[in-house]
C-alpha cells in the first residue's frame, strides 16, 4: 500500500514538475515571439519608409507625398535610443529651408524629373576617397554625407546629416573632451555594380547587396586618415587639421564617441588652462563613413588581412595603406548619400538620385551627368548647344554670351518659353603663384616682394578677366571678415623690383638684359620654370603675361603646362620651381594651419606645398587654434593676413568675379545671400544648381 502511494506521489510530482517546465517554456517562447514582433514592427516601419523614399514618397500621381514622409519619419524615430542623453543639448539644429521652405515653395503635385547636365574640366581617373582635387571631391560630396551639415546658405548653427545628434559630455578628464555622435536610422550603402568595372573583372557578390551605414565607417574613416602610411595628400591635411583629434570609439552600431586631448594654452595674462580647439564640434561634423564593406576587402570578398584583431589596427597597418592606394575600387565612388555614382567613362561621370536616402528634399532631379572636356570653352559651346543646363562663363564668353543671346537661334528658343538666366557674384578663392621655398631663388622675402611688384595684376584681370576680378593681398575670402581690407596690395612697380633684386645681388653682369648672382663662386641667371594646369586657357594666359613681364626686370620664367597627373606629382613631391594654381577659401572659421603651419613643410602630399615656415606664422596659427574670442580672432586673423602680405610666399593675384548661367527650365537655383525671403540671414554667395529642379513643364 505504502509502494502504491509512493508511486502515485512520485508521478504527481513528476507531472507537476513538467508542466511547470512546459510554463516557463510557453513564456520564454511567448517573450520571444514578442521580442521578433516588435523587431518585426520597427523593420516594417524601416521598410515602409525605404520604399516611400524608393519611390520618391510618391502617391499614384507620381508627386512628392509631404504628409506620409512626415509621418512616416516620425514613426520611425520613435525607437528608443538608449545610448542619448534627454537631459543634454543638441549641437544640431534643423535647417529650416529643408524641413519647412523648400516643402512649401515645390510646385504642387511636384515629382523628380529629368537629368541635370554639367560640364567639368579634368577626368574621373582617380575617384580616390582621399583626393586633393576640387572637382573629385565635389564629387565624392554628392555620394557621402558627413556627421552633420552646414545648414544651406550659412555656416552655422549645424544641422543634422548622418547624425540625429550631437552631445558634448564630461570626460572625466581635465585635459580630455569627447563628443557622443548619435546616427539616423536606416542609412545604407547601395551595392556596387559590376558593369562599373572593367570587363572580365571577378567581383564578388559580398559587394552586389546593401550594407548598413554604420558607427565602425566612421571609426575606419578616422582610422584610415590617422594613418601615416596613407600618403594621398587629402589624408595629409586631414591629419594635420584634425591633430587633436585622439580617437575614435565605438558604442554600437548608431553610436560612436570622439575624443579630443585638451591642450595647455596661455591667456593674455600667462595663465595656463586646458583649451579645446575652437573648430572641435565642426571638425566631429566633418567626419565622413568610409565604407568598411569594400575598403578592407579584396575583389574575391575576403579580408585585405585577417590580422585585424587590434582596434587601431587601420591606424597603423602599412600594408593596408598600400594596398588601399591601388584599391580596386580607385574608379568608383561607394555611395550611400543624396546620389548614388552610376558610372564613369573618359567623357563623362554619371550619379543617380538615392532613393534611399532619408529625406526627399536633398535630390530633386532623377540623375545628373557631369561631360569630361578639355577647356571651358567646350562647355559653353555645349551650353549654347543645349547639351549642359548651365555653365560659368570664362571673361571671353561673357562676350559671346551677349552675341548668343540676340542669335536667331535664341529668339526661337525664347519663344517657347526657354531663356538664359544670368547670376554674378564674387568667388570664394584666390588664384596665385606659390615660390618654392626650397629653392634658393625663393627664399629671400624681398625677392618674393620684387616678384610680385613685377607682375602686373591690373592687367590680369582686364587682359585675362575682362575686368571681372578683384585684387587681393592675402589668403582669405574677400568678403570674409577674416580678410584686413585696410592692406593695399603691393603696387605694380618694376624699377623698385629692380631695386629690391640688386639689394640681395642680383644684378645684369654682361649686359644680356638677364640678371644673376654669385652663389657658391658660381654666377647663377635668375632663371625658373612656372608650372600650371595646361588645360585651363585663362591660367595660361596668365601664366604667358608673366613671363613677359618678369623679363622686363631681368627674370627668366618659362612657362612649363602639364596635365593633372603631373601637375599632382609635382606638387606632392615639391619638386617644382613655382607653380599658378587656385585655392578654394575656406569657409569661416577659416583655419589656415592647413596651408601653412611648418609641421607639414617637408612632409610630402601636404597642403604646404612651398614648404613655407615661420615662427609667427605658427604662433598666430595656434592662437587661432584655440581661442573662441569674436574680437580675438579677427585681430589674430588680420595679424596673420598681414604677415602673409609681408612675407608673401604667394604672389596673390585676384579673386574671381564669376558668372552663371542656366538654362530656365532648371528652377529654384539662386545667389543665397540675396534671398533673404527664403533664407532669413544667408551669407553665402555661391549658387547650388543641384539642390534645383527641372521645371514641370519642360520636355526636353
Known amino acids: 500500500m505504502k509502494r502504491e502511494n509512493s508511486w502515485v506521489m512520485f508521478l504527481f510530482r513528476f507531472l507537476l514538475g513538467a508542466a511547470f517546465i512546459a510554463a516557463l517554456f510557453m513564456l520564454y517562447w511567448s517573450s520571444l515571439l514578442q521580442e521578433e514582433r516588435l523587431r518585426s514592427i520597427e523593420s516594417c516601419l524601416q ?42 543639448p543638441n549641437l544640431l539644429k534643423d535647417d529650416p529651408y529643408f524641413t519647412t521652405t523648400l516643402p512649401k515653395i515645390l510646385p504642387p503635385h511636384f515629382s523628380p524629373k529629368g537629368v541635370l547636365r554639367a560640364g567639368s574640366l579634368g577626368n574621373a581617373h582617380d575617384l580616390h576617397p582621399f583626393t586633393a582635387w ?257 555653365c560659368f562663363l570664362s571673361p571671353q564668353n561673357v562676350v559671346e554670351l551677349n552675341r548668343f543671346m540676340k542669335s536667331p537661334f535664341y529668339l526661337d528658343e525664347k519663344k517657347k518659353g526657354n531663356e538664359v538666366k544670368r547670376l554674378e557674384y564674387v568667388d570664394g578663392s584666390y588664384s596665385y603663384i606659390g615660390w618654392n621655398f626650397k629653392k634658393p631663388l625663393f627664399s629671400n622675402k624681398k625677392v618674393r616682394q620684387a616678384l610680385t611688384m613685377a607682375i602686373d595684376r591690373k592687367r590680369l584681370i582686364q587682359q585675362s578677366l575682362n575686368g571681372l576680378g578683384i585684387e587681393v593681398t592675402g589668403p582669405f575670402a574677400s568678403n570674409s571678415t577674416s580678410y584686413d581690407l585696410n592692406i593695399k596690395p603691393w603696387p605694380y612697380d618694376p624699377d623698385e623690383a629692380k631695386r629690391l633684386l640688386a639689394q640681395d645681388g642680383w644684378i645684369d653682369r654682361d649686359g644680356s638684359g638677364v640678371i644673376s648672382k654669385v652663389i657658391d663662386g658660381k654666377n647663377m641667371p635668375f632663371q625658373f620654370q612656372l608650372t600650371y594646369y595646361v588645360k585651363n586657357p585663362v591660367t595660361r594666359s596668365n601664366v604667358e603675361l608673366i613671363a613677359s613681364q618678369l623679363k622686363q626686370v631681368g627674370i627668366l620664367c618659362e612657362p612649363y603646362g602639364v596635365d593633372v597627373q603631373d601637375l599632382t606629382q609635382v606638387l606632392d613631391d615639391k619638386s617644382f620651381d613655382a607653380y599658378a594654381l587656385a585655392w578654394t577659401a575656406g569657409t569661416p572659421p577659416e583655419d589656415p594651419r592647413q596651408i601653412w603651419h611648418s609641421s607639414t613643410a617637408q612632409e610630402k602630399g601636404s597642403s604646404n606645398t612651398i614648404s613655407f615656415a615661420n615662427k609667427e606664422a605658427d604662433e598666430l596659427i595656434e592662437l587661432l587654434t584655440y581661442e573662441s574670442d569674436p574680437t580675438l580672432r579677427t585681430k589674430y586673423y588680420h595679424q596673420f593676413h598681414a604677415l602673409m602680405h609681408e612675407e608673401a610666399p604667394y604672389t596673390f593675384l585676384y579673386t574671381p568675379k564669376l558668372n552663371m548661367v542656366l538654362w530656365n527650365w532648371i528652377e529654384n537655383v539662386f545667389v543665397p545671400a540675396e534671398r533673404q525671403d527664403l533664407i532669413p540671414g544667408a551669407v553665402t554667395t555661391e549658387p547650388q544648381p543641384t539642390y534645383g529642379w527641372k521645371r514641370m513643364n519642360y520636355e526636353g
Not at 504628409?67 to 520611425?76: D, F, G, I, N, Y
Not at 543617380?352 to 559653353?380: K, T
Request: hydrophobic share 40%; aromatic share 14%.
Open 47 to 88: 521598410e515602409i519608409k525605404s520604399q516611400l523614399s524608393t519611390q520618391d514618397v510618391r502617391t499614384r500621381n507620381g508627386e512628392i507625398d509631404k504628409t506620409t514622409h512626415a509621418v512616416v519619419s516620425a514613426l520611425v524615430s520613435q525607437k528608443k535610443r538608449l545610448q542619448i542623453d534627454e537631459n543634454l
Open 134 to 390: 576640387a572637382h573629385t571631391s565635389e564629387w565624392l560630396g554628392l555620394c557621402l554625407n558627413g556627421v552633420a551639415d552646414l545648414p544651406f546658405g550659412k555656416y552655422e548653427p549645424l544641422a543634422p546629416g548622418f547624425a540625429i545628434k550631437i552631445e558634448e559630455r564630461p570626460s572625466g578628464k581635465e585635459d580630455r573632451a569627447t563628443f557622443w555622435v548619435h546616427l539616423r536610422d536606416g542609412l545604407f550603402w547601395q551595392p556596387l555594380n559590376r558593369a562599373h568595372f572593367p570587363e572580365g573583372f571577378e567581383l564578388s557578390s559580398h559587394f552586389l547587396k546593401a550594407h548598413p551605414v554604420t558607427a565602425y565607417d566612421f571609426q575606419f574613416y578616422f582610422q584610415a586618415f590617422k594613418n601615416p602610411h596613407v600618403d594621398v595628400a587629402a589624408a595629409v591635411t586631414l591629419r594635420t587639421l584634425f591633430a587633436d583629434m585622439d580617437k575614435v570609439e565605438v558604442i554600437d552600431d548608431q553610436t560612436f564617441v570622439v575624443h579630443y586631448v585638451k591642450n595647455l594654452v596661455k591667456d593674455a595674462d600667462g595663465k595656463e588652462t586646458y583649451r579645446l580647439p575652437y573648430k572641435a564640434s565642426l571638425q566631429v561634423a566633418a567626419l565622413r563613413p568610409l565604407a568598411c564593406f569594400v575598403y578592407k576587402y579584396t575583389p574575391d570578398g575576403k579580408k585585405i588581412t585577417t590580422q585585424d584583431s587590434d582596434p587601431d589596427f587601420y591606424q597603423k597597418s602599412s600594408l593596408w595603406a598600400q594596398y588601399f592606394a591601388r584599391h580596386f575600387a580607385i574608379r568608383v565612388i561607394p555611395s550611400c548619400g543624396r546620389w548614388v555614382f552610376d558610372g564613369a567613362t573618359e567623357r563623362e561621370i554619371r550619379f543617380r538620385r538615392n532613393n534611399n536616402y532619408y529625406s526627399p528634399y536633398y535630390a530633386l532631379f532623377e540623375g545628373l551627368d557631369v561631360f569630361l572636356v578639355d577647356s571651358p570653352d567646350a562647355i559653353w559651346r555645349d551650353f549654347m548647344a543645349q547639351k549642359v543646363d548651365y
